[in-house]
């Protein structure tokens, strides 16, 4: 069965430092990836999504990239955080019948 | 872009009670989702809608895709404690770009 993991689960970091959240997906081969960013009390927003290995397409312009170095593996980064980049920071992958979301990483930025 | 507009934003109800919430869309999406966050995790996907006039059930749980294609409700009957949570809808506009689309979440808080 197929299974996204998400880590790390929480995160506490200074502004100005760099950040790397990770996501791996486990049993589909070639799967859509996406990042997703929750404000607090807030909808989901769309960054990122890719298709395919070193496939990124951004949603909206900001502080964070990401990047798709193996198949089933989807880092957002960022080089310098602010703290307007605190939220709830959620992976999926796609299919055909919607989405399969990761369990979050919820990052503060103080 | 295209926007998904999910009424209410917040609903404070009774245990027992039948909860209805919708979303209402600009434009055509092929396919409509509802799901369920609970704090502090992921969204899961209660259930997923692919034709016009689809009305599909999930135990208490009961959606419908509109027949304009511009809009779906959720319905919950007799509501329960484990039912709290922020629900969400999500559309999807094109065949095979499965980019979703979410409403902005119903808050439900069930009174006991």
């Known amino acids: 069965s197929q299974t996204i993991h998400q880590w790390p689960a929480t995160l506490v970091q200074p502004v100005g430092s760099p950040l790397s959240l990770e996501c791996t997906v486990e049993g589909t081969s070639n799967p859509n990836l996406y990042w997703y960013r929750q404000a607090a009390g807030r909808g989901l927003q769309l960054l990122f999504y890719s298709v395919g290995i070193g496939q990124i397409s951004s949603e909206v312009p900001q502080n964070l990239s990401a990047s798709r170095p193996q198949d089933r593996q989807f880092i957002l980064s960022s080089k310098k955080l602010l703290l307007s980049d605190s939220g709830f920071y959620l992976c999926?992958?796609?299919?055909?019948?919607?989405?399969?979301f990761g369990s979050g990483t919820r990052l503060t930025v103080v | 872009g295209q926007q998904l507009n999910q009424s209410p934003q917040s609903m404070f109800i009774q245990e027992g009670e039948d909860v209805s919430m919708n979303c209402t869309s600009s434009s055509i999406f092929n396919t409509w989702l509802w799901y369920k966050q609970e704090p502090g995790e992921g969204p899961v996907l209660l259930i997923a809608l692919y034709k016009a006039g689809e009305l599909t059930s999930n135990g208490r749980l009961t959606a419908q895709f509109g027949i304009t294609r511009k809009d779906s409700f959720l319905n919950i009957s007799a509501s329960i404690p484990s039912d709290v949570g922020i629900y969400f809808c999500?559309?999807?506009?094109?065949?095979?770009?499965?980019?979703?689309?979410f409403g902005t979440g119903t808050r439900l808080t069930i009174i006991p």
């Open positions: 999500a559309g999807i506009s094109n065949f095979g770009n499965e980019k979703l689309t």
């Open positions: 999926a992958w796609g299919q055909g019948n919607g989405y399969t």
